[in-house]
Nanobody
Framework: QVQLVESGGGLVQAGGSLRLSCAPY????????MGWFRQAPGKEREFVAA????????YYADSVKGRFAISSDNAKNTVHLQMNSLKPEDTAVYYC????????????????????WGQGTQVTVSS
């Protein structure tokens, strides 16, 4: 059952930009934090960015800090990941995900805390 739908992936040259979007399907995630993870071929899935819907808390992996920005459009119930100054090492499948906040303090950099995952969207950065 699809809960999150990603879009916006594609092929871009190094130094270029892409904007990923994530839209919940037939439900809202107002009590959740939304995150982005990525997985490159032969590598483990890794944290990219996360934020609460209110924007009160935002987190980034060191590898993308200053280049990527996570935002939410509450009116459209959509989360975005703006990716600038892309590098070949950013090539991966990017996944949108949602973690419940009512369980208490959680580490949003850890994939285990997330309950819902999208199907993923491919981002390829050519050198």
């Amino acid at each position: 059952q699809v809960q999150l739908v990603e879009s916006g992936g594609g092929l871009v040259q190094a130094g270029g930009s892409l904007r990923l979007s994530c839209a919940p399907y037939r439900r809202t995630f107002s009590d959740y934090a939304m995150g982005w993870f990525r997985q490159a071929p032969g590598k483990e899935r890794e944290f990219v960015a996360a934020r609460t819907w209110s924007g009160s808390s935002t987190y980034y992996a060191d590898s993308v800090k200053g280049r990527f920005a996570i935002s939410s459009d509450n009116a459209k119930n959509t989360v975005h990941l703006q990716m600038n100054s892309l590098k070949p090492e950013d090539t991966a499948v990017y996944y949108c995900t949602a973690a419940p906040l009512w369980r208490g303090p959680i580490n949003l950099r850890t994939s285990a805390v997330y309950d819902f995952w999208g199907q993923g969207t491919q981002v390829t950065v050519s050198s």
